[in-house]
T-cell receptor, first 114, second 111 residues
Framework: DAGVIQSPRHEVTEMGQEVTLRCKPISGHDYLFWYRQTMMRGLELLIYFNNNVPIDDSGMPEDRFSAKMPNASFSTLKIQPSEPRDSAVYFC????????????FGQGTRLTVV | TQLLEQSPQFLSIQEGENLTVYCNSSSVFSSLQWYRQEPGEGPVLLVTVVTGGEVKKLKRLTFQFGDARKDSSLHITAAQPGDTGLYLC???????????FGDGTTLTVKP
């Protein structure tokens, strides 16, 4: 299996622009998580899905952030409009069914908002 | 909100030394995971512990889950430069749902 695939790997955008991050989970996994990692706050859970349904979005910082999972093999995290404080590494992770909360992470998208 | 505290935050040692890092909480977890993250990469799962008092070994790494399932430790014997990285622990209250991550221990092993 190719693992969790995220794109792009790096994104530099200007403040106010819309940013869309993409994730392809491992086939057969039924949980998908979006995390954000910064030096100051560590690894924060933004939102997670189970069987394509959003379960908990309490970690989404503001209404500027939205996430979708239209099918079992694709998810997006959108920031509109983006702000410099959104600069971070965003990770997508997936989990197979009937396991002990183990997660498999993608390589992340490094977002820089200038 | 459950909180996982990891210590030490930073650790720099010479190749061949032994070390232990800790992951502590006041919450009980159904399972706890350890991950290692290298620069520019995502965290990679090392181990899952689920039973209080459980000990698991992965080559030179020994993981222990506390009897009360509130804490865990990772011991590395004869550390090597390849062990350098950020070590993260994560706990889940149930197997269905989210995990909480600690802030990590950044380990540097000098040759």
């Amino acid at each position: 299996d190719a693992g969790v695939i995220q794109s792009p790997r790096h994104e530099v955008t200007e403040m106010g622009q819309e940013v869309t991050l993409r994730c392809k989970p491992i086939s057969g996994h039924d949980y998908l998580f979006w995390y954000r990692q910064t030096m100051m706050r560590g690894l924060e859970l933004l939102i997670y899905f189970n069987n394509n349904v959003p379960i908990d979005d309490s970690g989404m910082p503001e209404d500027r952030f939205s996430a979708k999972m239209p099918n079992a093999s694709f998810s997006t995290l959108k920031i509109q409009p983006s702000e410099p404080r959104d600069s971070a590494v965003y990770f997508c992770a997936s989990r197979p069914p009937r396991t002990s909360a183990e997660a498999f992470f993608g390589q992340g998208t490094r977002l820089t908002v200038v | 909100t459950q909180l996982l505290e990891q210590s030490p935050q930073f650790l720099s040692i010479q190749e061949g030394e032994n070390l232990t890092v800790y992951c502590n909480s006041s919450s009980v977890f159904s399972s706890l995971q350890w991950y290692r993250q290298e620069p520019g990469e995502g965290p990679v799962l090392l181990v899952t512990v689920v039973t209080g008092g459980e000990v698991k070994k992965l080559k030179r790494l020994t993981f222990q889950f506390g009897d009360a399932r509130k804490d865990s430790s990772l011991h590395i014997t004869a550390a090597q430069p390849g062990d350098t990285g950020l070590y993260l622990c994560a706990g889940a209250r149930t197997n269905a749902g989210k995990s909480t991550f600690g802030d990590g221990t950044t380990l540097t092993v000098k040759p």
